[in-house]
């Protein structure tokens, strides 16, 4: 599609005005519309062309309007996810591009899996209490240092953990994604080497996107297959973990967690989950901070120029057919 083909609207989470380096919309045949999710829409979405999935609101807001989007062709998250769009895929038309958040939540997501591995493993969490209690909870504690951490999900975010972890002195980073290769850092292995995998790991850090495949990956009897003593680590999604199986491993105290995502979500009140020895909790919040916004900006703007131009555009993880 060139610019002299398009007349269509684009609907932004955000003003237009907040976005730099947006195409001009006289040029580009754009008439930009913001919805943030609300119950009204800003226009007919039939004549919307490249819709920008409104952040953190959940999977109802983000496809309400895709049923009625007969004119879609690009439909762009603001997260690295997409399990909360997909469902929504089977309504739209055929050759719609949806495209993900890649480049925009790495930093974010890396800086809290280290957060969460050094807080469990430091007992941070008790230390916190014990301030709040005025209490002096010294005593040796584990550390990162020569400790083997196991990456199972090495995409962008993946790899970024990795980049923070290597400053710290680990014994062993080992790899795992959907399928082998090789990188400059070394193999990565294949989900079906988990098996063997596992045992070796002081830490386990889960980075994967929720799919078919990826839905409770960690089971029972994956959670059997860690060391005793293990940390598990959760910035994926929280049904990648099997939340019982968890809950029994970590009531036994032989593996701890450290969880920013969990199933259900929001964890709601009286769940056991807030209680479980060993399990530090942080609400969701992988992606969100200060890094975000100017990133997520410069996608918006990179795709709609690009879209405008007919070029390829970046992070597309499927078109529909």
């Given at each position: 599609m060139t610019a002299a083909d398009v007349t269509a609207d684009v609907w932004l989470p955000l003003p237009a005005d907040e976005i730099e380096g947006l195409p001009d919309?006289?040029?580009?045949?754009?008439?930009?519309?913001?919805?943030?999710?609300?119950?009204?829409?800003?226009?007919?979405?039939?004549?919307?062309?490249?819709?920008?999935?409104?952040y953190m609101k959940g999977m109802e807001v983000a496809v309400r309007p895709l049923a009625a989007m007969t004119s879609l062709r690009v439909v762009?998250?603001?997260?690295?996810?997409?399990?909360?769009?997909?469902?929504?895929?089977?309504?739209?038309p055929s050759g719609v591009a949806l495209c993900n958040a890649r480049g925009v939540h790495e930093a974010s997501t890396a800086e809290l899996a280290l957060a969460l591995v050094l807080?469990?493993?430091?007992?941070?969490?008790?230390?916190?209490?014990?301030?709040?209690?005025?209490?002096?909870?010294?005593?040796?504690?584990?550390?990162?240092?020569?400790?083997s951490v196991?990456?199972?999900?090495?995409?962008?975010?993946?790899?970024?953990?990795?980049?923070?972890?290597?400053?710290?002195?680990c014994a062993r980073i080992t790899r795992v994604a959907r399928s082998a290769r090789t990188t400059a850092r070394g193999p990565v292995h294949a989900l079906t080497d988990l098996r063997a995998l596992l045992p070796e790991a002081d830490v386990?850090?889960?980075?994967?996107?929720?799919?078919?495949?990826?839905?409770?990956?960690?089971?029972?009897?994956?959670?059997?297959?860690?060391?005793?003593?293990?940390?598990?680590?959760?910035?994926?999604?929280?049904?990648?973990?099997?939340?019982?199986?968890?809950?029994?491993?970590?009531?036994?105290?032989?593996?701890?967690?450290?969880?920013?995502?969990?199933?259900?979500?929001?964890?709601?009140a009286g769940h056991p989950l807030w209680h479980a020895p060993g399990v530090l909790i942080s609400p969701h919040v992988g992606g969100s901070t200060s890094a975000f916004m100017p990133r997520a900006k410069r996608l918006i703007a990179e795709q709609l120029t690009r879209f405008a131009a007919g070029e390829p555009l970046r992070n597309v993880v499927l078109t529909t057919g």
């Open positions: 919309p006289t040029e580009a045949g754009f008439a930009y519309r913001f919805w943030d999710g609300g119950a009204d829409f800003p226009a007919d979405p039939a004549d919307c062309a490249f819709y920008v999935v409104p762009q998250t603001l997260s690295a996810g997409v399990d909360h769009v997909t469902p929504g895929l089977s309504d739209v807080a469990s493993l430091r007992g941070i969490p008790g230390f916190v209490r014990g301030q709040d209690r005025e209490e002096w909870r010294a005593g040796f504690f584990p550390a990162l240092a020569d400790k196991l990456i199972v999900g090495y995409g962008s975010i993946g790899a970024a953990v990795e980049d923070r972890l290597a400053p710290f002195e386990v850090i889960v980075s994967t996107p929720l799919t078919e495949d990826t839905h409770h990956l960690v089971d029972a009897a994956f959670l059997s297959r860690m060391k005793d003593g293990a940390l598990l680590v959760n910035v994926a999604r929280g049904p990648v973990v099997d939340t019982k199986a968890l809950l029994a491993e970590v009531e036994s105290g032989r593996v701890t967690a450290a969880l920013d995502v969990t199933d259900p979500e929001p964890l709601p």
